[in-house]
């Protein structure tokens, strides 16, 4: 199959690589399903932002955090624009996805009863189940899980066939954290809204290779972590649609999400204030915009037709390798779990590591999607913008020396 070709930088050298100072060593990094690694405009974003631009946000009488806040909030539009929101104020910025989830199912999770049913799916990474779990715990409510297909996919069939007039809520990751499979999101949506149930998303491993359009998804919550999308670590975003959000009440008090507050009687300020308690990571925000704007200078159109030929050049190339087992659909984004029969993982990442190769070995945080597989563990290389045809050629090379080595 012809390599695929680099996705074109603004430096004129051919790729993308030169664009992250992390990357400057030569590392061969296939993590970025993990965390991304950040170009060097959304570093020098957080250090201006630290530096001399620093100061807190909604609050300052004076000149400096009147700018700041304004490049706060203007960080809320450009995620709103990113994701086609209505509006900044259906943007909440929280830690990540892992938070997104859990206020959700603190706030509008809270107004379940016993009996209630919650519907996931078996591909599900541990934040999008154990948040629900304890929902349970808490409310009596039932979680159902639908199935995947023979290729790994959620079996958007099985799914619908579970819903019944007590599912309150679905809730599915728009693209495997481990096998790169695609949902259908706009069909989930139609068919979880046929019943009266809401739709959340996990949009983690989408939000850095898929376009997102909340309105045209019919999804009710979409939640992404901003490290996964080359921008900082602690900081990700609850959208949810005005409607929901406003009728949410708050799951953390604090400063910042009040209007009034005397001892007998506090009021809510509206959303997305009423959900930001205390001082927000304002560079991470700001930090998160800088990867918007770098990631829609190149496109998500391009990077994910990029992720993906990579993805099958490495499928076509592990395929020629005796043992290793392949998982998840032909057609993933750019994503791809394998395991070597006799070999664990983890023995395949140390020996890649020795060649500058770096994948993820473990559960991938998505135990239930192991048992589905059959493995206590799969090694997952995973792609992004900076990545090339040599990062797959050296995954390769080193699995070979993996075979050679176990014989
Ligand atoms: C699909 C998916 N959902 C949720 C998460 C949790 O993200 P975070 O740890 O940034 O909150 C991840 C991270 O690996 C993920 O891949």
Redesign the pocket.
């Known amino acids: 199959m012809p390599s695929p070709s680099p996705v074109p930088s603004r430096s004129g050298r051919g790729d993308r690589r030169s664009d992250f100072p992390g990357l400057a060593d030569g590392w061969a990094y296939l993590d970025s399903?993990?965390?991304a690694q950040k170009p060097g405009v959304v570093i020098d974003a957080i250090a201006r932002a630290y530096g001399p631009e620093y100061a807190t946000v909604h609050r300052g009488v004076y000149a400096r955090s009147a700018t700041m806040t304004e490049r706060f909030e203007a960080a809320r539009q450009t995620v709103a624009t990113f994701i086609n929101a209505r509006s900044p104020s259906e943007v909440v910025f929280v830690?990540?996805?892992?938070?997104?989830?859990n206020l959700v199912a603190n706030s509008w999770g809270n107004s379940l009863e016993a009996g209630d049913r919650i519907l996931l799916s078996a591909l599900?990474?541990?934040?999008?189940i154990v948040p629900w779990q304890l929902l349970r715990d808490r409310t009596g409510i039932e979680i159902d899980v639908a199935p995947l297909t023979a290729d790994h996919r959620i079996d958007e069939d099985a799914l619908e066939a579970l819903l019944t007039p007590r599912t309150k809520l679905v809730a599915i990751?728009h693209?495997?954290?481990v096998l790169g499979s695609v949902a259908d999101v706009t069909r989930i949506a139609a068919a979880a809204h046929s019943v009266g149930a809401r739709l959340l998303v996990?949009g983690?491993?989408a939000a850095p290779r898929i376009a997102i359009d909340v309105q045209a998804s019919g999804a009710d919550f979409y939640?992404f972590?901003g490290?996964?999308l080359y921008g900082p670590?602690g900081i990700?975003v609850l959208w949810a649609r005005s409607d929901i959000l406003d009728a949410m009440p708050p799951w953390q008090g604090g400063g910042s999400m009040i209007e009034t507050v005397t001892f007998e009687r506090t009021t809510y300020a509206p959303a997305p204030q009423r959900f930001e308690a205390g001082t927000p990571h304002i560079v991470g925000a700001i930090g998160l915009a800088a990867a918007i704007d770098y990631v829609n200078t190149i496109g998500l159109g391009t990077i994910d037709a990029h992720e993906r030929a990579l993805a099958t050049q490495a499928r076509e190339g592990l395929r020629q390798i005796n043992s290793v087992r392949l998982f998840g659909p032909e057609n993933s984004a750019g994503i791809v779990s394998f395991a070597l029969d006799g070999v664990h993982p983890h023995d395949i990442g140390t020996i890649l590591d020795e060649s500058g190769v770096a994948i993820r070995a473990g559960h991938?945080?998505a135990q239930p999607l192991m048992t589905v597989l059959g493995v206590p563990a799969t090694a997952r290389a995973s792609f992004a913008v900076y990545n090339g045809s040599d990062d797959v050629d050296r995954l390769l090379d080193g699995m070979r020396r993996v075979t050679r080595i176990f014989g």
């Open positions: 399903a993990a965390t830690r990540g996805a892992t938070e997104a989830i599900e990474h541990h934040s999008n990751a693209v495997s954290n996990d983690c491993q939640v972590s490290h996964k670590t990700g991938h945080c």
